[in-house]
């Protein structure tokens, strides 16, 4: 698995064998990518259940200011460290090492603003999708005009609503999809 586009092209990133942890694949951040366009510049992303980090890698490459990686998964957290080393350990990359919703509540405390929130809990644990979304729905973690970007299987879509986040769009590959909800 590589970097596609931005200052960081085709670096190769490490991943856990077995299914410990389901990358997103080069196809699938093409096209999100591809749908946020230069809107990723200077913004703040965060990934959440990053796995091998390679989603808030890319945003960082594409001009991402600030990228959250958020990993509880000590396997996942040694691959994201040995991944951001291999960026040169930007400073504008943080693993934050928490369960997601530790981590967002983490996020708030410090006052950060986000515009762009990626989830990509395991699929096999619908109800942590759920919870995580339900609690983004109740804040003000987001920035106004940003949007939570979510990953499922697509067979499994989450709800058109969440609270006042309604589903602006979903996009379709394969097996997987991303739903992208707005207020």
Not at 41 to 67: I, K, M, N, P, T
Not at 68 to 82: P, V, Y
Not at 108 to 124: G, M, N, S, T, W
Request: proline share 3%; glycine share 10%; hydrophobic share 40%.
């Amino acid at each position: 698995m590589r970097i596609i586009a931005g200052v960081y092209r085709g670096r190769v990133l490490k991943t856990l064998r077995g299914q410990a942890v389901r990358p997103t694949g080069e196809r699938l951040r093409q096209s999100l990518f591809d749908v946020l366009g230069d809107s990723i510049q200077g913004a703040v992303f965060v990934d959440c259940y990053a796995g091998s980090g390679a989603v808030g890698l890319e945003a960082l490459s594409r001009g991402a200011g600030h990228v959250f990686l958020i990993e509880e998964d000590e396997a996942a957290q040694r691959l994201i460290e040995r991944n951001l080393a291999s960026f040169g350990s930007p400073a504008n990359a943080v693993l934050v090492r928490l369960s997601v919703r530790r981590g967002l509540r983490r996020l708030v405390e410090q006052r950060v603003r986000i515009r762009f929130c990626f989830l990509d809990p395991p699929y096999a644990v619908p109800h942590e999708r759920e919870q995580t979304l339900r609690w983004l729905s109740t804040g003000q973690l987001i920035e106004t005009g940003g949007q939570i970007i979510v990953q499922h299987d697509r067979k499994d879509s989450p709800g058109e609503s969440v609270g006042a986040w309604k589903r602006v769009r979903q996009l379709a590959q394969g097996s997987n999809a991303l739903s992208f909800y707005g207020r």
